[in-house]
């Protein structure tokens, strides 16, 4: 099976580093034209430059910004035929109790992790309506399936908000032939904050979430990408609604 998407534009968030950044050279290898955005302009240029994409300074929890960046693409021929929400995580925030959460931890999560994700694909509807197609793609988190390993009461919320937002959109998209799916991933060491999460199990906490994973390994940032590709392409054109676990196998 090859999966091409040449003549196609993408737009891929959370593009700075890790699972996004993987997703983004997927795509570009696969002959889409990439378009890149991030809140961190300066690693996000460096990423863009060197492999010819085109980014974006985005905040995604600005819904006036996500409307924007996708008006401008539409502006010049470009609105996205796939768009990939692969922005979001912690925040900087670490796990504790439930007395210690703050509203404003709280909302920081769900706007990095939800709002954006429902602003870009609010804003993308309606040039993929108007062409008759479309690819969503929401990388959730094994944390929107069950409980977080990070122990962030407000992360396991907003991923299993994303997950109801992948069925939804689904449901509603998918009559003007827009699919939309989620990637649940497992632990994938992809970006600072993951690296920090793993040394901070020791030995053997890293052993023990190993030896709990079927295929024995941690997945990478290029397993994810690989799913995701699929589920944007043509071949997945009848996969609607659907939250694919990417995890290796997990007991």
């Known amino acids: ?3 091409r998407f040449d003549g196609q ?5 959370g593009a700075a580093q890790g699972i996004g950044q ?3 050279l997927g ?3 696969a002959g889409a034209a990439v378009h890149v955005a991030d809140l961190d302009r300066a690693r996000l240029d460096a990423f863009a430059a060197a492999h010819d994409l085109v980014p974006h300074g985005l905040d995604i929890g600005d819904r006036a910004a996500c ?3 996708v008006s401008d693409m539409a502006s010049v021929g470009s609105a996205p035929d796939v768009l990939v929400n692969a922005a979001g995580g912690v925040r900087g925030q670490t796990g504790g109790p439930v007395s210690a959460v703050t509203e ?3 909302r920081a999560i769900f706007a990095a992790n939800v709002d954006g994700a429902f602003w870009l694909s609010q804003a993308a509807a309606a040039p993929m309506q108007a062409r008759g197609r479309g690819r969503i793609v ?3 988190s094994g944390a929107g399936l069950r409980p977080s390993l990070t122990g962030i009461q407000a992360y396991t919320a907003a991923k299993h908000a994303l997950v109801g937002l992948t069925k939804q959109l689904s449901q509603d998209l998918g009559p003007f032939g827009i699919t939309c799916n989620a990637i649940a991933p497992g ?3 992809s970006n600072p904050t993951t690296e920090r999460q793993w040394q901070s199990y020791g030995e053997e906490g890293q052993a023990r979430l190993i030896a709990g994973i079927h295929t024995r390994r941690l997945g990478t940032a290029e397993d994810i990408a690989h799913a995701a590709l699929f589920l944007a392409s043509e071949q997945a054109s009848w996969i609607s609604g659907q939250i694919l676990s990417v995890d290796g196998g997990r007991s």
Do not use: D, P, Y
């Not at 534009?9 to 968030?13: C, K, N, P, Q, R």
């Open 27 to 29: 795509l570009k290898q």
């Open 138 to 140: 929401n990388i959730a």
């Open 1 to 3: 099976m090859l999966i």
């Open 9 to 13: 534009t993408a737009l891929v968030t």
């Open 187 to 189: 632990f994938v060491r």
């Open 67 to 69: 409307h924007g960046l």
């Open 104 to 106: 404003e931890g709280w």
């Open 22 to 24: 993987a997703i983004a």
